[in-house]
């Protein structure tokens, strides 16, 4: 198990101490040079998962660029916009989980650590002219464009007048001579017969035209199958994700044969919502990161008597002279569900949202009282 500390050549082992144990700054560039350079230092490796984990859209305006990062549970004091090399636009910021001495995780699924990400700016972007703002866990960096350069006038150059040179007449003698030797290329070309082509169905190298035909409307056959019905594989699994109406058909049933539309909907949604759960000695805090969304796009309800259901949805903005160069924030529906103990108050739930991310606290209810040992009076028999 402490095979480094005896200084055994274990591959997993020196990967392990590469990409924990190297300090940040110069001391691990030292390090990893140290190492022969074979692998990246830990500031370099913690930056690339800082970039991976944070989405963000890039959309062009008519006159700015827009640059929408999801930064959900920092504020506006948290984040740090800077262009780097006069042209790197370079967003970063870092959230740390709250630590209490009296509160427990029961779950952990909400990223923390280091928020990252780098744009290169295109020639036109004015340097002088950024702005941010930061809302509801998404912050927008605004970079306005420069005017565009004046067209160019064009240039007019006056023609002259070349004075031609009169030939002599040994020249004109000479370039008839050399006319008359020179035979026509193409005269060769009129001399020979055509010759019709070969028409034969035996030959090799030319089909029938009635085959061709024939391979012409097998390929269109099996291109358009889908479109008669026909089972084939890729249709199928398409039609089994996309094509299944929503209504009451519950997943596996006979009726639909598998997951509804709205079932396949409900556990991406769940799957793409990272949310902790924590318990306080008097309550639990459901914490879920929810940025875009306010106050009122959320709604939290309570099903079945115990299930606590968090839902909302954003949606992409529409704008008819955007064009978006790059789209990785998740649009669409949010949604958690947690079933609540049995010692959860479920009359007592308040929720709270703030920078993207939503706080929702169920009390508990109080201890049972103990109860009194019942005194059995023994009799003589």
């Known amino acids: 198990m402490d095979a480094r500390m005896f200084g055994l050549e274990v591959p997993l082992v020196a990967a392990l101490q590469q990409l924990l144990d190297i300090p940040d700054g110069e001391a691990g560039d030292k390090a990893g040079a140290a190492a022969g350079g074979g692998g990246p230092t830990r500031t370099y490796v913690r930056d690339a998962r800082a970039m991976a984990a944070t989405p963000a859209d890039v959309k062009e305006l008519p006159g700015a660029y827009a640059f929408v990062v999801d930064m959900p549970g920092l504020g506006t004091g948290d984040i740090k916009v800077q262009v780097e090399d006069e042209r790197v636009l370079v967003i970063t910021g870092e959230r740390r989980r ?226 978006y160069l790059r789209m990785e924030r998740r649009m669409g529906k949010l949604m958690r569900q947690f079933v609540l103990p049995d010692n959860a108050d479920v009359d007592k739930i308040s929720a709270v949202c703030r920078d993207g991310v939503l706080t929702v606290t169920v009390d508990k209810l109080p201890p049972p009282e103990p109860k009194k040992p019942k005194t059995i009076e023994v009799k003589i028999a």
């Open 98 to 323: 709250e630590e209490r001495e009296d509160a427990k995780y029961l779950r952990m699924e909400r990223r923390m650590g280091k928020f990252m990400r780098k744009f290169v700016l295109p020639d036109n972007a004015d340097m002088d002219k950024i702005a941010a703002v930061c809302r509801d866990g998404v912050l927008t960096v605004t970079v306005e464009k420069l005017p565009p350069p004046e067209p160019k006038k064009p240039k007019t150059i006056e023609p002259r007048t070349a004075a031609l040179r009169r030939a002599n007449l040994s020249e004109i003698r000479t370039f008839h001579a050399l006319l008359d030797s020179t035979p026509y290329p193409w005269a060769s070309i009129y001399s020979q017969p055509t010759r019709a082509p070969d028409r034969s169905i035996n030959s090799e190298s030319n089909q029938p035209e009635q085959s061709i035909e024939r391979e012409r409307e097998v390929r269109g056959g099996e291109m358009d199958a889908r479109m008669f019905g026909l089972e084939v594989p890729l249709a199928a699994a398409l039609h089994h994700l996309l094509d299944v109406p929503d209504g009451d058909n519950k997943p596996g049933s006979a009726a639909s044969g598998g997951p509804t539309r709205a079932y396949v909907r409900d556990a991406r949604a769940m799957a793409a919502t990272p949310a902790d759960v924590k318990e306080l000695p008097g309550a639990y805090a459901f914490v879920v990161d929810m940025p875009g969304l306010g106050t009122g796009d959320i709604k939290v309800q309570v099903e079945d008597e115990r299930v606590l259901v968090i839902t909302g949805e954003r949606r992409r903005e529409e704008r008819e002279d955007a064009k």
